[in-house]
C-alpha cells in the first residue's frame, strides 16, 4: 500500500497570510506513460462532505477559489492557500490514486490565528 | 446537478451485517466514465477507502475489509449499495458514497460525495 503522510497535522494562520500544508508519499506517484502525478487534495469542513480542490497534483477543480494551488511531483507535495480567508477553516486531505488501495493522508486541520 | 445520497440504518448490532445504500440522481451509475465507492471516516479519524464498483459489477475492495465487504449495483434504480459482515465498534463511522472517474482504464480522482450517513456499532 502506498502511505501518505501530511504535515503539519495542524496548523493557524492569520487572515490574510500563506497556510502550506505538505504531502508526502511512500513510493512515487508519477506514471511515466502520461507523466501525470495521481494525487488530489480535499477540503473537508464539519458536517460536509469532503470536497475536490486539486486533482491531478497541480489542476484546480472547477469552481475552486485561485487562492489554492497545488505542486510537486513524484513522492512530494504542497497545498498552498495564499491568502487564507474565514472560509478556509477546514481539514484538508491529500490523496493518492495511483494505486489501489487508494489512500489518503491523516489530513492537516487549518484554522484562524 | 449529480447528487449522492445515502440510506440506511444509523445503528447496527456488533456481529450484524451494516447495510447502505446510495442513491445517484442528476447522473447514470452506467456511465462508462465513471466508478462509484465508499469511504468511512471513523470518529476523530481519517479518511479510508472502502471499495468501488463499475456499472458492470466489477469490484476492487480494500484488503483490511475482503471477506466482509460486499458492493453491488442495481442499474435499475440507479443505486449501489455496500455490505460490511460481522461488524464491530471499530466499524463505526460516518459512511460516504462517491463518484470516483475513470479514464484509461485506470481510477482517477473522487469528484462527487454524499452527504455522508453515520453509522454507529453498539448493542
Known amino acids: 500500500d502506498i502511505v501518505m503522510t501530511q504535515s503539519p497535522d495542524s496548523l493557524a494562520v492569520s487572515l490574510g497570510e500563506r497556510a502550506t500544508i505538505t504531502c508526502k508519499s511512500s513510493?512515487?506517484?508519477?506514471?511515466?506513460?502520461?507523466?501525470?502525478?495521481?494525487l488530489a487534495w480535499y477540503q473537508h469542513k464539519p458536517g460536509q462532505p469532503p470536497k475536490l480542490l486539486i486533482y491531478?497534483?497541480?489542476t484546480r477543480e472547477s469552481g475552486v477559489p485561485d487562492r489554492f494551488s497545488g505542486s510537486g511531483s513524484g513522492t512530494d507535495f504542497t497545498l498552498t492557500i495564499s491568502s487564507l480567508q474565514a472560509e478556509d477553516v477546514a481539514v484538508y486531505y491529500c490523496?493518492?490514486?495511483?494505486?489501489?488501495?487508494?489512500?489518503f493522508g491523516p489530513g492537516t486541520k487549518v484554522d484562524i490565528k | 446537478q449529480l447528487q449522492l445520497q445515502e440510506s440506511g440504518p444509523g445503528l447496527v448490532k456488533p456481529s450484524e451485517t451494516l447495510s447502505l445504500t446510495c442513491t445517484v440522481s442528476?447522473?447514470?451509475?452506467?456511465?462508462?466514465?465513471?466508478?462509484w465507492g465508499w469511504i468511512r471516516q471513523p470518529p476523530g479519524k481519517g479518511l479510508e477507502w472502502i471499495g468501488n464498483?463499475?456499472?458492470?459489477?466489477?469490484?476492487y475492495y480494500v484488503p483490511s475489509l475482503k471477506g466482509r465487504v460486499t458492493i453491488s449495483v442495481d442499474t435499475s434504480k440507479n443505486q449501489f449499495s455496500l455490505n460490511l459482515s460481522s461488524v464491530t465498534a471499530a466499524d463505526t463511522a460516518m459512511y460516504y458514497c462517491?463518484?470516483?472517474?475513470?479514464?484509461?482504464?485506470?481510477?482517477?480522482?473522487?469528484?462527487?460525495w454524499g452527504q455522508g450517513t453515520l453509522v454507529t456499532v453498539s448493542s
Open positions: 462517491a463518484r470516483q472517474l475513470r479514464g484509461g482504464g485506470t481510477y482517477y480522482y473522487f469528484d462527487w
Open positions: 442528476g447522473g447514470s451509475i452506467s456511465s462508462s466514465s465513471h466508478y
Open positions: 464498483i463499475f456499472s458492470s459489477g466489477s469490484t
Open positions: 513510493q512515487s506517484v508519477l506514471y511515466s506513460s502520461n507523466n501525470k502525478n495521481y
Open positions: 491531478w497534483a497541480s
Open positions: 490523496q493518492q490514486y495511483y494505486s489501489t488501495p487508494f489512500t
